[in-house]
């Protein structure tokens, strides 16, 4: 066998034996509970650590908001923080240029580790950054970055990785799932809940990035670096979100017996022979079976499978946002810091990482719904386009309101590819029967 | 603030970049899985750990036995491989003293890492190996003792440990979970499907570990190791088994919206001003609320929910025996290993880890089942000698067979005092109308 690329041991990595100094940059929810955690549980975390944390220097956007907790002064300039005495930088900003990008290159540049949450920074420059941290034998720890307090990051690096990894499916976004869950038990429409949320604070001002699926995307494209050893890559994605989910659906979904999940999903493909093709990446709307372990996840929660292989499927849930879940994330990466863990940045050498060869997965099963017109030979039009494509129908329920009003026609059909369905919706959407552009969902296998 | 007991860094750590040697005692259904994989996943892992794994030597009881591997010639004493060049010795023959005791003292010793799966062993002598193995900068590893491939203990050790933990939660035992599931599916009774899984497997020749709740007990007491940060003790802890567990409990239970599983718990309990009492510990069947993630823990899988403090519930599942999850735990043990992490045996230095005080918690409701004759006045017998011990009923069913013959009354209690609930069962038991011990579960919280 070709000699290894080996890298740096532990032996190569400096360390001291005093308190682990730590800067952050940025007091919103997360710092703040990130600087609250690590003086109320002090004396725990040094025991656990094998050394103190000591937070020497922090900024913060607006220095003179009011806080519950205290912080010593308050520095206006992140950059500042790369040049300060810490071992550690916690980039908490956000962002995936700008001062952010900034912050995490000079901290790495000056020689500090870097924790941080910053989903959208690594997924696009991820490669890149773990290569400067790992010339210089850094740690860039980032599990706070997804699915908040799940330990999903730490499991995919260390943990299920005997076996390699077929997929992971994840329900990545709260707002995405609380949005959903409650269109479900209150029967309301998408905008009247996503308002309500707004309200509540569980989706922000803009909640495109959660809405469109961008940030379940920058989720994913971690999770599936992790799994495949391959670079983060948002480009090889196919990205939908949930603004199209009509209640209606939802209905639907559960007289079906599955429930509506926004899920992301990088999958291992294969050709007939079991030779590997490359990589699926998705994020989309899909029918969840329900009593498995995705479709119970409600509400707010994050959850998330992993198959790996011959030791097969693995289910992680929990909170995966907010102020506790993500700070036990982020403290959780200081304590391994500060006892010395050491590890490629990805789970494997950044310089290392392939670039992902993109490859659809084969044939699924689909919900599909046409609203129509309800008028003589609409079902037999919709029914010819299907055949016409070879896309075949497992079931169907037709629900009728009132004579000459719309009409709502679902079907599940058999396993089809979807170009293949794509097509026979194009034909649909064309007829003068046909009221909205028909609804396609794919049925997930457990 | 006293200075820390200050535990060794990596620095003090002896690791070189050549090969991590391993050697393997024991080639049962673990031990094969660990050589196969190591061998079919050699340069994926190599390329995780930095490193090659190599394994240079194995020792089997059974040298002669076909199997279909090969890893070259055997030793037919484990010993000698405490003494072999080794860098890591990996126990896997299981028994809490003999010979698996042995191995593991001298490859300590002999300054060898040790990963072992064995929980008795473990849960027996802990913190005398944790502090042998830290003493000299060693590692004592053992993800494949609980849950099989679920990386909970990393998950207790490293991740859920901002906020502290309140509460573990698991179903550890596959065969216990694997009957139960059975009884319910199919209505038959418990020693019918203990045969059916003896023969199929799924159960061992003499199954008392598995049914009577102490290889559970092994397992819960190094999570509650881990995540109290007190020494493994299997002697606070009341242990109870599903040997007593009819398929009309299990009826029973679906009824009011319940499952029951056979739950290790472990949990800290306050006193009525919120300072913490202690640890209570304990192995039963419980009742599990209907929908929540334990109780959708079917057949030989493991789950596991951790009550985190602030940063909420999260909740494990997963294959939790077998070759391949198990193997996948030593082998990441081995990977973690090979990469030079480093931190104490149990999250905290050994020589730090406090003795548990044993404190129960409080009060729970009650499913309780008696079987009784039908005849006058039995029923305000009981409830004469509930409402004697102050424990008040919030639902009851019973069931009548022909006149004459035995009749199941079951009730569930408002929350009670465990003792308080056992002295009115005691009373009623001591009546002539009732036919068998009365059965008693506690239904747990969500």
């Known amino acids: 066998m070709a000699r290894l690329p080996i890298w740096p041991t532990q032996n190569d990595f400096p360390m001291t034996k005093g308190a682990l100094k730590i800067a952050i940059a940025g007091l919103g929810t997360v710092g703040g509970g990130v600087v609250k955690t690590l003086a109320s549980r002090h004396d725990a975390l040094a025991a656990q650590a094998g050394r103190k944390l000591e937070i020497v220097a922090v900024s913060a956007r607006d220095s003179n908001k009011k806080r519950d907790f205290s912080v010593g002064s308050l520095l206006s300039d992140p950059l500042a923080l790369a040049s300060s005495d810490a071992d550690v930088v916690v980039e908490l900003i956000g962002g995936e240029e700008g001062i952010a990008r900034k912050l995490v290159e000079t901290a790495l540049q000056n020689g500090k580790h870097v924790v941080t949450a910053n989903k959208a920074l690594l997924a696009r420059h991820g490669k890149r950054l773990a290569e400067m941290a790992e010339a210089k034998n850094l740690q860039l720890k980032f599990e ?24 992971v499916k994840g ?9 959903l869950t409650e269109m479900e038990v209150s029967g309301r429409g ?6 309500e949320a707004q309200a509540k604070g569980y989706a922000e001002a803009d909640p495109t990035l959660d809405i469109g699926g961008g940030d379940t995307a920058h989720k994913l494209a971690l999770l599936s670096s992790l799994a495949f050893g391959t670079a983060p890559d948002l480009l090889n994605m196919r990205v939908e979100g949930i603004s199209h989910i009509t209640a209606e659906d939802i209905g639907f979904a559960s007289e079906f017996g599955f429930r509506i999940k926004l899920l992301g999903v990088a999958r291992q493909t294969y050709d007939e022979n079991g030779a590997a ?3 699926d990446q998705r994020v989309r709307p899909a029918m969840v079976r329900a009593r498995t372990p995705l479709a119970n996840v409600d509400g707010a929660a994050n959850g998330v499978v992993v198959d790996a292989g011959e030791a097969g499927s693995f289910f992680f849930s929990g909170r995966g946002a907010g102020e506790a879940p993500t700070a036990s994330a982020v403290v959780s990466d200081l304590v391994e810091i500060a006892r010395g863990s050491f590890g490629p940045v990805f789970g494997r050498p950044a310089a290392g990482l392939k670039n992902l060869v993109p490859a659809e997965s084969g044939a699924s099963a689909w919900y599909l719904r046409f609203d129509v017109l309800d008028v003589p030979g609409v079902l037999a039009e919709i029914a010819g386009r299907l055949s016409d494509a070879n896309v075949s129908i497992e079931s169907m329920i037709q629900r009728g309101r009132a004579p000459g009003e719309h009409v709502s026609i679902v079907m599940i059909t058999h396993e089809s590819p979807q170009d293949a369905v794509e097509r026979a919706l194009k034909a649909v959407a064309a007829s003068d029967k046909v009221r909205a552009r028909p609804c396609m969902i794919p049925m997930e296998a457990a």
């Open 190 to 195: 998408f905008a009247d809940v996503l308002k």
């Open 277 to 279: 093709l490359g990589i």
């Open 144 to 167: 706070a970055a997804v699915a908040g307090g799940i330990p999903i990051v730490t499991t995919l690096r260390e943990a299920l990785i005997a076996h390699g990894v077929d997929a």
């Open 171 to 179: 329900i990545l976004n709260g707002t995405c799932n609380y949005i």
